[in-house]
Nanobody
Framework: QILLVESGGGLVRPGGSLRLSCAAPRSIFSTFSPLDMDWYRQAPGKQREWVARITSGGTATYKDSVKGRFTISRNNSRKTVWLQMNALQPEDTAVYYC?????????WGQGTQVTVSW
């Protein structure tokens, strides 16, 4: 089990940008760095969906609808994963969560709300 804390969400206009953070404040480098990390999101009335992954080695993969707009990155020394979101669209509105891969049910945090609207 790893404590994960998401932050950085907010209200942004279509076309705008946000940078989300996922911190593991109680982890140490040796336990965080080997983890593959994912971002998920859950829109109102919809199932939680996978958005992006970064492996322990830094390889990134993305949901098709966010490719070219979102960038996932990490800094193991800071025990943090980021999701840079550009060209945001109303359909990106959701609560965003991070988790390990494979998922740790106990590690789901509160998430951070992203709202894209005029």
């Amino acid at each position: 089990q790893i404590l994960l804390v998401e932050s950085g969400g907010g209200l942004v206009r279509p076309g705008g940008s946000l940078r989300l953070s996922c911190a593991a404040p109680r982890s140490i480098f040796s336990t965080f760095s080997p983890l593959d990390m994912d971002w998920y999101r859950q829109a109102p009335g919809k199932q939680r969906e996978w958005v992006a992954r970064i492996t322990s080695g830094g390889t990134a993969t993305y949901k098709d609808s966010v490719k070219g707009r979102f960038t996932i990155s990490r800094n193991n020394s800071r025990k943090t994963v980021w999701l840079q979101m550009n060209a945001l669209q109303p359909e990106d509105t959701a609560v965003y969560y991070c988790n390990t891969n494979p998922i740790s049910v106990a590690s789901w945090g509160q998430g951070t709300q992203v709202t894209v609207s005029w």
